[in-house]
Nanobody
């Protein structure tokens, strides 16, 4: 059984930083791409950053230069470092896994429909 668990969300001031952690256990193989999504109240879920099994990183335009995705393979753990946070970064952050053999282009594009395994999310609130 696959389990994805996020943690690290918090209330932070504008310009602050956070590290989000995602632990994924039970994935069928090591080829899955992992991505972080954000959903603000009343808005659709959007991809923020992704990391594939080759180590290639993909970022949403608003995240470039501020967010960084990384992985500790030995711990089945992925991280999202959030820096220079803005009020518009507020939202529930989800970690999700995508099988590149089935949904390759959707993994890279951070299309939620390509991601099968999801965590419950962790709340990030940036106060102005």
């Amino acid at each position: 059984e696959v389990e994805v668990v996020e943690s690290g969300g918090d209330l932070v001031p504008v310009g602050g930083s956070l590290r989000l952690t995602c632990i994924a256990s039970g994935l069928p193989n090591d080829e899955y791409a992992m991505a972080w999504f954000r959903q603000a109240p009343g808005k659709e879920r959007e991809g923020v950053a992704a990391l594939d099994s080759d180590g290639d990183r993909h970022y949403q335009d608003s995240a470039k230069g501020r967010f960084s995705v990384s992985q500790d393979k030995a711990k089945n753990t992925w991280y999202l470092d959030l820096n220079s946070l803005k009020p518009e970064d507020t939202g529930m952050y989800y970690c999700a896994a995508c099988n590149p053999f089935l949904w390759g282009p959707r993994c890279v594009a951070m299309d939620p429909s390509g991601f099968r395994f999801w965590g419950q999310g962790t709340q990030v609130t940036v106060s102005s």
